[in-house]
């Protein structure tokens, strides 16, 4: 009996894992223009700057996490105008992360459109030997800085729940959860179910209608379910 239950157990988990996926994940937000500058100081000594294709080459697999497949996509970003922000302690590259304008990435490489005042950071990344040293919070406390010198915006992000290091470095560095959404796999679909209350949220009102492109996906201001 044990071992049948051991075989349904595995059979269930592969079914689970090849057919059905469910990944919890939270919407965090601020206003760059409410937070100190000095919020998040690092634990090292870093300095970070915007990159551009000529600083992928120097990313590996092993040590950033970043595959041919990836550089191939980042360079994809890159030509449709997001920023590639790196960190450099002792010539380098110890933490990177990726800012969008005017969308939100809802799951790896699925971007979906938002108001103009959103900035959204993904993709960020600390290597190992650095980690616990407060790069993250710093990385974002840089780009608060920058864009409080433009028009009023928000900064968002998002982080799964099941890694607690992110959900506790996006607090540091200021943010405010907004709220939690599910990643859906089933077979070889994607969708994401997003409560009304945080779609609401993320477009400041229950009146304003979502972009032309929003809509067609599946994501009006009142639907919480998105095919992708």
Do not use: C
Not at 45 to 73: I, Q
Not at 123 to 136: A, D, E, W, Y
Not at 156 to 183: C, I, K, S, T, V
Request: proline letters at 7%; glycine letters at 8%; a positive charge.
């Amino acid at each position: 009996m044990t071992a049948a239950r051991r075989l349904l157990g595995r059979l269930y988990w592969g079914f689970r894992g090849e057919v059905f996926w469910v990944n919890k994940k939270y919407l965090y937000g601020m206003r760059p223009a409410e937070v100190p500058a000095d919020r998040a100081a690092p634990g090292i000594t870093v300095s970070f700057r915007d990159a551009d294709a000529r600083d992928l080459d120097r990313l590996t697999e092993a040590e950033h996490d970043y595959s041919e497949a990836k550089k191939t996509f980042a360079r994809e970003r890159l030509a449709v105008g997001d920023r590639f922000i790196v960190g450099e302690s002792e010539g380098r590259i110890v933490i990177y992360g990726w800012l969008t304008h005017g969308n939100v990435e809802l799951g790896p490489r699925h971007f979906v459109p938002a108001p103009p005042d959103v900035f959204f950071s993904y993709n960020v990344f600390t290597v190992i030997q650095q980690r616990g040293k407060r790069l993250m919070p710093a990385l974002y406390g840089h780009l608060a800085a920058q864009l409080q010198k433009g028009a009023p915006a928000r900064l968002m992000a998002a982080a799964d729940a099941g890694n607690p290091p992110a959900l506790r470095a996006h607090q540091r560095a200021g943010f405010d959860q907004m709220g939690a959404y599910w990643e859906i796999r089933l077979f070889s679909k994607q969708f994401f179910w997003i409560p009304y209350d945080l779609r609401r949220e993320l477009w400041q009102s229950e009146g304003s209608p979502a972009p032309r492109e929003m809509t067609a996906a599946g994501l009006g201001p009142r639907d919480e379910m998105a095919w992708r």
